[in-house]
């Protein structure tokens, strides 16, 4: 099994939008998180399977850290 982190974005409009860095240009979405999960895995294994079809080598994981920051409000 492989292991890849993706990043999950919650929209403004509802669903979340899916990103994953270790394949570029591999995006995706889903109307719940669960949905956007699943359909991040598929879109990463289709995304290998291209690889392999075209003799690419497969992504490994970056490495990727995701934090989060607090900052100030900007003053009115």
Request: charged share 30%; aromatic share 6%; glycine share 6%.
């Amino acid at each position: 099994m492989l292991k890849y982190t993706i990043i999950l974005v919650p929209e403004e409009d509802g669903g979340y939008s899916v990103e994953a860095p270790a394949q570029p240009g591999c995006y995706t979405q889903g109307d719940t998180r669960e949905e956007a999960i699943t359909m991040a895995k598929e879109a990463i294994e289709l995304y290998l399977e291209s690889c392999q079809a075209h003799d690419e080598p497969i992504p490994e994981e970056s490495g990727v850290e995701s934090l989060t920051v607090e900052v100030k409000e900007p003053v009115a």
